[in-house]
């Protein structure tokens, strides 16, 4: 259920509950427990401009520990299969009476056409704010490809506030930052909903600015269902 535990009632064992962002998800979320399995898969589609080209990524998320989660991930664009991601994510504990959870996360990436690997690690900070409105954090880098000179690592920023609407329904707004060659900054406001037992809904529509483009409106949808 979706709200928060008073944080007198909490003890070290005990995890803030804090949403998932919609285009940059979790595996898992932090302080899951050992069997947790989720599916889902998140579709993003620019909404103007002549290539309005589909973007879709279906995933499974296993916690095969306490804490500790993997996830094997493939990228679509179109048709095509662009690349295989693999995602690991562990969580280090609680602080602040229990009202902050943190960890980390590591992504491997494998790009089909080029045959390049990358990876990215990040700092994961989630807070509970108070019944309603919630906050999560990931700071680190990514495009980091070992070994290769053509590595572009830069700064990954992703920013998610949330509040808490009732009945297990969520309004948030994402901003995600790419400080490489390539990158740019996405701005994604959302509303997550239940549709059924263990199946929930992301909706998003925002802009998103890559570096030397201009910005275009873009909209997405997760579907997800957990075990």
């Known amino acids: 259920m979706v709200g928060a535990v008073p944080a007198a009632a909490r003890d070290t064992t005990d995890y803030p509950h804090i949403p998932e962002p919609m285009v940059f998800d979790m595996v898992r979320p932090m302080g899951a427990r050992r069997g947790e399995l ?25 916690a095969v520990a306490d804490g500790f989660a993997l996830e ?14 693999m995602g690991a994510q562990a969580t280090i504990g609680t602080f602040d009476r229990g009202r902050a959870v943190h960890g980390v996360q590591y992504l491997g990436i494998y790009e089909r056409e080029s045959g390049r690997t990358s990876q990215a690690l990040l700092y994961m900070l989630g807070r509970r704010h108070n019944e309603r409105l919630s906050t999560m954090t990931m700071v680190g880098v990514g495009d980091v490809r070992l070994g290769q000179s053509e590595s ?18 969520i309004a948030g707004v994402e901003v995600n930052y790419k400080s490489h060659r390539d990158g740019g900054v996405a ?8 549709l059924a037992d263990k199946v929930n809904v ?3 529509v925002g802009a998103d600015k890559q570096r030397g483009e201009r910005a275009r409106p873009v909209g997405g949808v997760r579907l997800i269902k957990e075990f």
Do not use: C, M
């Not at 589609?45 to 279906?58: F, H, I, K």
């Not at 094997?72 to 991601?85: C, S, W, Y």
């Not at 572009?152 to 329904?169: C, I, K």
């Open 187 to 194: 701005i994604i406001p959302q509303f997550h909903a239940p």
């Open 152 to 169: 572009d690592a830069g700064l990954l920023v992703n920013h998610s506030t949330f509040y808490d609407l009732g009945r297990d329904r």
């Open 38 to 62: 989720e599916t889902n898969v998140l579709a993003l589609s620019p909404l103007s401009g002549q290539e309005r080209a589909v973007e879709w990524a279906p995933e499974i998320e296993y």
């Open 202 to 204: 992301q909706l998003g």
């Open 72 to 85: 094997i991930e493939l990228p679509f664009e179109g048709t095509r299969l662009a690349e295989l991601k």
